[in-house]
């Protein structure tokens, strides 16, 4: 296994691009499933999560190839409806190949994800939507056996909570059902924004893009078609407090600001320098060396303040002056990188779902050894080790290459000292 070791307290200057979304990108993928013919994908970042639903799709019996950024994928030879749990268990996000597999064959088998680092996480929203459309739902050794005789029925779905993977993969079946369905409190994350375009492009009729009610009227076929995949808001989240806490005067290209609006709010709240351009971000810091104020963030669904981002802004709370609360309402376990920090220096508290940042004002954490848990608790570590005096190995680090394109080349394009080796 390989481990990232970090010698830290070095600002950061130059550019970085920012890829694809890997959020955008895994439903985007999942959505090739639902036509037969060529798919083009332009700005699909090479990830171990990529990877891992392409290995579905050909499981499945679709073919693809990639020539940079680009995938082609042939969605003519679907011959398969099951989802093995050998593939599941690596990436939750494989449940995406449920509705479209709903869709276009009338049945899926798909292994039940399981519990995972960050929260319970069931799937009870995606199947009660089915249920919706016609769609029985059974649960038979691990496995959701889903089928239908026919063509999905349009049908209404609410969710008590926005979920952005269930509100996916409900637009996908919807797609081709017979007739009108209507998703109220659907999740409005800009990577949704990005499939209606997809499915649209494709033949499909949806109103309400970017809206919490989402209409789609069922089409009886799709074709494939071009798509772009956004960017990746995530990290170019990630870069921009990487700067913050490290110093430095950087800008985050290829980004989509207007898909960052409450981190922008808190990063200049915390007297970080933020310049917003239309396609990036220039961000402005001396780290440690100022007085980077303490702000509290609360998360919750779009356009709230992303929970794939908390860990990262509290990794930044370690050196502000005074205290921050940091509360978490997504997912129920999502502060697993605290006791890593905490080895750091880091002055940190929980109380139920808040932490307590106590900041070190001014005093610098301090590189250790540390264990990432899962992959946005191990960026936070990142930027940890690159605000950090010394060096930080963080173990683990296939967490990290799940959703952060050529992560080491980036950073080390930025003047931080950061290199892989074996554990
Ligand atoms: N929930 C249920 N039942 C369901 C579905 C969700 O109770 O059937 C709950 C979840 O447990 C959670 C809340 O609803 O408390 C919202 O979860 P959501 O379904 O929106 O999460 P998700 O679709 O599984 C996606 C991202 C996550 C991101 C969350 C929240 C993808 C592939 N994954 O997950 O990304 O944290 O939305 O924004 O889009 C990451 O990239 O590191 C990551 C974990």
């Given at each position: 296994m390989e481990k990232l070791v970090i010698e830290g307290g070095k600002p950061l200057h130059g550019t970085v691009k920012i890829s694809g979304a890997k959020n955008a990108a895994l439903p985007l993928i999942a959505a090739s499933l639902l036509a037969p013919g060529v798919h083009v994908l332009h700005n699909v970042p090479d990830l171990r999560d990529t990877r891992t639903i392409l290995r579905l799709l050909e499981s499945l019996g679709l073919s693809w190839e990639r020539e940079g950024t680009s995938l082609r994928i042939d969605g003519t030879g679907l011959n398969s409806s099951e989802a093995s749990y050998e593939l599941v268990k690596t990436m939750r996000a494989s449940v995406l190949v449920l509705g479209p597999l709903l869709a276009r064959l009338g049945r899926a088998k798909v292994s039940l994800p399981g519990g995972c680092a960050i929260g319970a996480r069931p799937i009870n929203f995606h199947l009660m939507g089915f249920e919706q459309l016609g769609v029985q739902c059974d649960l038979d050794s691990?496995?959701?056996?889903?089928?239908?005789?026919?063509?999905?029925?349009?049908?209404?779905v609410y969710f008590d909570i926005p979920s952005v993977t269930g509100t996916e993969n409900l637009l996908m079946a919807a797609a081709l059902a017979d007739g009108t369905t209507i998703i109220k409190n659907a999740a409005r994350e800009p990577e949704i924004g990005n499939l209606v375009d997809m499915l649209v492009s494709m033949g499909a009729k949806i109103e309400g893009k970017n809206s919490d009610r989402l209409e789609i009227e069922g089409v009886e076929q799709l074709v494939a078609a071009e798509n772009t995949i956004i960017p990746d808001r995530i990290e170019a989240g990630t870069y921009a407090i990487a700067v913050a806490a490290a110093g430095g005067d950087v800008i985050?290209?290829?980004?989509?600001?207007?898909?960052?609006?409450?981190?922008?709010?808190?990063?200049?709240?915390?007297?970080?320098?933020?310049?917003?351009?239309?396609d990036y971000l220039h961000i402005t810091s001396k780290g440690t060396d100022q007085e980077i104020k303490a702000v509290d963030i609360t998360t919750m669904p779009y356009p709230g303040y992303p929970t794939d981002l908390q860990a990262q802004f509290m990794a930044l709370m370690t050196c502000c002056h005074g205290v921050s609360r940091v509360h978490e309402t997504i997912f129920e376990n999502r502060f697993m990188h605290v006791a890593e920090?905490?080895?750091m220096g880091a002055d940190i508290q929980i109380d139920g779902r808040s932490a307590m940042v106590k900041g070190l004002v001014g005093n610098m954490l301090t590189g250790a050894p540390v264990m990432a848990t899962d992959l946005r608790a191990s960026s936070s570590l990142v930027i940890a080790g690159l605000a950090a005096s010394g060096r930080t190995d963080i173990s683990r680090i296939?967490?990290?290459e799940r959703g952060y394109e050529d992560i080491v080349g980036k950073l080390s394009g930025l003047g931080a000292v950061v290199w892989k080796e074996n554990e």
């Open positions: 691990g496995y959701v056996d889903a089928s239908i005789d026919g063509r999905l029925k349009g049908g209404r985050i290209q290829d980004c989509e600001p207007e898909h960052l609006p409450s981190l922008v709010e808190k990063l200049q709240l915390a007297g970080i320098g933020v310049e917003i351009g239309v920090l905490q080895r296939y967490h990290l």
